[in-house]
């Protein structure tokens, strides 16, 4: 997962200006162990150009690639009582909030955008696992309350990117109710008659799986990306057995008929493009009058 | 996250396997915590076997001051229970389960089995039944008395195909307009293989969903536990009770300390912090209401118990019966209001 840790910096780079460092860095793919310069590695939405093993990205550079141009606009999340139980255990979870800000730069752990992909308007939401495992709790609910609405006052699809280690434990039941309140938001987009998409992306677990992130009009994964409720270790603990090669991976729950559609992520633009496209009874996009993504 | 963990066999008659209801001495399934009592109340039940095998004793004296003593200490125990000892008290075998329920609050119970689909899941109980002669759909987890009803069962922990029996039984409601009353009590959904195969998530998501779609009313009471996702697929109601000392959380206080503190036997502050008590999830505005439990908990009077449940879950039928025949926006209202004021508001 932590790929960025992986990276080689040699000691020169602390010379020159933070622009011009990412070309200088390596990444290892924690697959096949290629080196990647990490430009490349960008330019490659976060796919090892020599294993195809698709590593996380941010909901940033996500939407950066996505949106027409690169360019969209953050739809604004209600800020939700913060650390709503008084929760402590080693740490405070206000001080592992404020660490998760820190490290990630982000204020939460998911992102909602609005703008067009191939000219079609759309609202998106992407959720961060490197913003405390992605996981779910009042904010990340709101986020998702949020689009929703926004797509419905717009009648514009909503396109959501999953990626969760599951509930925010530090917010107890009140994560755990977020599993209603999203699916009242998602009630909310097919009373509308507007399409809800859903991409899984590695890793998606536990209550995430078990609420919005199952209830898509259309279900796509990234390749090998880990889809369940209850993960492999936990299954493996209670039956005392071990688990079959690629179990919950995206492909073994496409076989399952648990999927739509496992599409890498190079192609997940023009696919989502054009199945929302159909869903939605607009004339298929002219591929060529398209404006090129921003990267 | 399985929610685990079963309480210290009786002491007072080491070996004796306990068995619902027997005459034959020792009947009750101590808890750690309520080993004092279970010595205090065993020596008063030496005393009167003792005296029955020799009637020039009189012991009957001495074991009334020693019933009063066992008295004073279980009002003392359950005066404040805190969130771990509230955890043993909601896992405890003797507390009545889904199948006593229906039993003794229900008339004409007719299961209705299987998902159409693949199964009949054992763990979830369900069918058409009378309550206070209004025909309604009851649905619920059921854990097992025994250790072979526990297997049968699977402790209480359903698979996809139990969500899928509810989703099919909640629809059936829904278009004969009958009420809905659920009734939780489970570890948590099955961490299996096949469970994995056949879609747990998306099936739980379902039931949830269905759950928030139904106009008639859905009442939920959490009985024992109500363990994270598998609850929440048959609690999302448009009213939530909760008995005294069951607990309802997004994950095991076990799991919770040994992801968060890397050691299981931490429990006692990951109850703590959770806030999994019915009178933190009351202020909290996850539940509507507490149900008393008799002294000492369901366990030690299950008619009681049994009989309180009963009574709320005809004041919140009544209830929900004024408001109409489609309850799906208010429904969908509390929910998507939910979590909006901590614990300090
Ligand atoms: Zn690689």
Redesign the interface.
Known sequence: MNWISNYVRPKINSLFSRREVPENLWTKCPECGTMLFHRELSENLNVCTSCEHHMAITPRERFAALFDGGVFVEVPVPD??I????????KKYPDRLKAAQKAAGEKEAMLVADGEVGRTPIIAAAQDFSFMAGSMG?YV?NAI?AAAERAVMLRRPLVLFAAAGG?R?????????????T?????MLNEAGLPYIVVLTHPTT??V???????GDVQIAEPNAL????GPR??EQ??R?K?PEG??RAEYLLD???LDRVTHRKKLRDEIISILRMLMRQPQAIVADLPAPSR | MAFGAAPTRCICRPGVSYSRGSQAGCTMTYLEFEKPLAEIEGKAEELRALARKNEAMDVEKEAVALDKKAADLLRELYKSLDPWRKCQVARHPDRPHCKDYIEALFTEYTPLAGDRNFADDPAVMGGLARFNDTPVVVIGHEKGHDTKSRIEHNFGMARPEGYRKAIRLMDLADRFGLPVITLIDTPGAYPGKGAEERGQAEAIARSTQKCLEIKVPLISVVIGEGGSGGAVAFATGDRVAMLEHSIYSVISPEGCASILWKDAEKMREAAEALRLTAQDLLKLGVIDRIIAEPLGGAQRNANAAMAAVGSEIALLLDELREKGPDLVPERRRKYLAMGAKGLAA
Do not use: K, N, W
Not at chain 1, 183 to 187: F, G, I
Not at chain 1, 227 to 230: E, L, T
């Open positions: 939700p009582v650390d709503p139980l008084a929760f402590r255990d080693q009042m609910g309350v509930a434990m530090q917010e107890g039941i009140l994560s755990l109710m977020q599993m209603p309140r699916t009242v938001a998602v009630q536990g209550g799986t078990a609420s919005y992130a199952m209830l889809i369940c409720f209850a936990v299954i209670t039956i057995e688990l179990f919950q399952h008929g648990m």
